[in-house]
């Protein structure tokens, strides 16, 4: 018995980096596109209509120096992760209510996958890891 959990247990940790191998940064760049009217990235990146988002994942919400935040963000408790980027991504409304992003959302979660791979590149100085 134990001798067939190792490799089971080896298959799947394959599996699970694979999927992580499987995010296209060029597909999340081109998902950026659908960001960049309001966010900038990169180390030239100011605020403008929403915050930039250099260095977003492990931040907390309503942290950006120099940005005017809703209250709802202000008040969100949430620092930004993988899991809670998807959910606001998709909704942003929903997941922070009283938010003043105004965006569709994106749906897919590759495409969220993807454009969550492109935007960890950018360390807090906007500078790519």
């Given amino acids: 018995m134990m001798r067939r959990s190792i490799p089971i247990a080896a298959v799947l940790l394959a599996a699970l980096s694979g999927t992580a191998l ?3 940064i060029s597909a999340g760049e081109r998902s950026w596109n659908k960001c ?3 966010h900038q990235l990169g180390e030239t ?3 403008g209509v ?3 988002l250099n260095g977003l994942f492990g931040r907390h919400t309503g942290a950006v120096e120099g940005y005017s935040y809703s209250n709802a963000n202000k008040n969100a408790d ?3 992760d993988e899991a809670i980027f998807a959910e606001y991504i998709k909704d942003p409304r929903a997941k922070i209510p009283g938010t003043k992003m105004v965006f569709a959302g994106i749906k897919n979660e590759k495409e969220i996958a ?3 791979a492109f ?3 950018f360390g807090k100085d906007g500078k790519k890891m």
């Fill in 36 to 38: 960049r009217a309001c």
């Fill in 114 to 116: 993807d454009l969550t």
């Fill in 119 to 121: 935007l960890k590149q």
């Fill in 22 to 24: 499987a995010q296209d």
């Fill in 78 to 80: 949430i620092t930004w």
């Fill in 50 to 52: 929403g915050p930039h």
């Fill in 45 to 47: 990146a100011k605020n």
